[in-house]
């Protein structure tokens, strides 16, 4: 791709090679399903299927293939007329927003010819490889964490998953929802529950999500075909320009698990859809008040959330009381720094509550680096084994070096402030690494901005 003079950078090629990869794994997938359903009606017009123009290593290329993608191909699939009998669906919405940037049919072939050699059916174990090419394609391409919204370490999204434990009949929502890293580990989960039936109408109606942006978008739907989800309920939008007052409780889900965009600002207009006191052009803070609006009775949720949500004041508070009023907010991880390594340095937590119950008291624990570990890095991530000794606490709470429990009044107290240090480590006793002290006056400097935004706001 690098050699052909259409494609221009990174971002470009990886949506190039998505929508192939889309085309490839839908083809694989619809052998299966007629195989499975004597009814399957396939919506892409029989010359349009992958296994006629691109199956056959000596088939079309040059000038004939790009003229064939670009006055055939896409024309057809951007105006597809979606029903609902069938996948046309999920084929205009990963079109609508997709483009063939490449102008050499030569080089097409050989990319064609590439992707051709996997096998994405699900008897086979290549299908996974799937997973291991978008998180590298995610890890290398140096836009794509800027604003938060795409990739989330693997074994973060697992041990959220595994401490919500999905059961078999919930709803799970991601309400911005990335590449849909939360959705298919939520289906392993339930994988491993012996009642699991991945094409019963229960598994295929619970997993669902919203993301605004398009290469995103496709990954996720991609992968949840990959999953086992024939018609992924990934809504291509910004829930947040959907007015909070019209939230039903038939709408509501039993579980969200997500790590909304934090650092950006939503654009003119989206606050007010929501009610005057929770407004605000902070993205994390809007759907958190979100998050708390959509969850059903006995709801749960788990959420990534920076500190600055933890400290921040003004609508900040009037939310975090929301949060504690509304749901027990029982637990909040604090992770260490480098998590979320090379995408943003700014300190994370993770948010465990339940709807429905008052907050009573908060568990904290302070997740530690592991043995022999001074920070995360891209050659060193954050592993699942990371976990092991927070998820034997979880079990059998007790206080220790890494855990404690606050109440609610002393949170109330401290007008809501959830941004408690650890009792039993004193800060003047602690030996900072350089990485930690650069660390700690980044963080500072974010909180200062924000507080100088505050008081720009109120000065105007």
Known sequence: MRKDEGVDGDAQRISQMVWMLFMKIFADKEEEWKKSRKTYKSPIPEKLKWQNWAADENG???????TFINDELFPILKTIEPTDTDQSVIVKS?????????????????????INKIDFSSNNKE??????????????LQSAGSSGEYYTPRAVTQFMVDMVDPKIGESILDPACGTGGFLTCALDNLSKKEDFNPS????????????????????????LILHGIEKPAITKGNLLTYPYKNWKSSSQVNIVLSNP????QEEDGTEKNFPEEFRTKETADLFLALIIKILKKNGRASVVLPDGTLFGEGVKT??????????????????????????????????????GKTTKETWYYEMPYPKGVKNFTRSR????????SLKKWWKKRTENE????????EIKDSNYNLDIKNPFISETEKIFTTNEIIEKLVSNLDRSKELIQKLKSELS
Request: proline content about 5%; overall charge positive; glycine content about 4%.
């Open 60 to 66: 079309l290329t040059g000038d004939e293939l790009i």
């Open 127 to 140: 299908r996974h490889i799937f997973n291991d090419i978008y998180e590298s394609i995610l890890k290398e």
């Open 402 to 409: 890494c855990a404690w429990k606050v109440s609610v009044k």
């Open 94 to 114: 990963v079109f609508n927003d997709t483009y063939n940037y490449m102008k050499k049919g030569t080089l097409f072939r050989q990319v064609i010819n590439e």
């Open 381 to 388: 991530p954050i592993r699942i084994s990371d976990f092991d």
């Open 261 to 264: 965009p934090f650092g950006g």
């Open 200 to 223: 019963s109408i229960v598994i295929q109606n619970s997993i669902r999500g919203v993301e605004k942006k398009p290469l995103p978008h496709l990954l996720c739907s991609t992968n």
């Open 318 to 355: 009037r939310i975090k009381e929301e949060l504690l009023n509304k749901c027990n907010l029982h637990t909040i991880v604090r992770l260490p720094n480098g998590v979320f390594n090379p995408y943003t340095s700014i300190k994370t937590n993770l948010l465990f509550f339940e709807k």
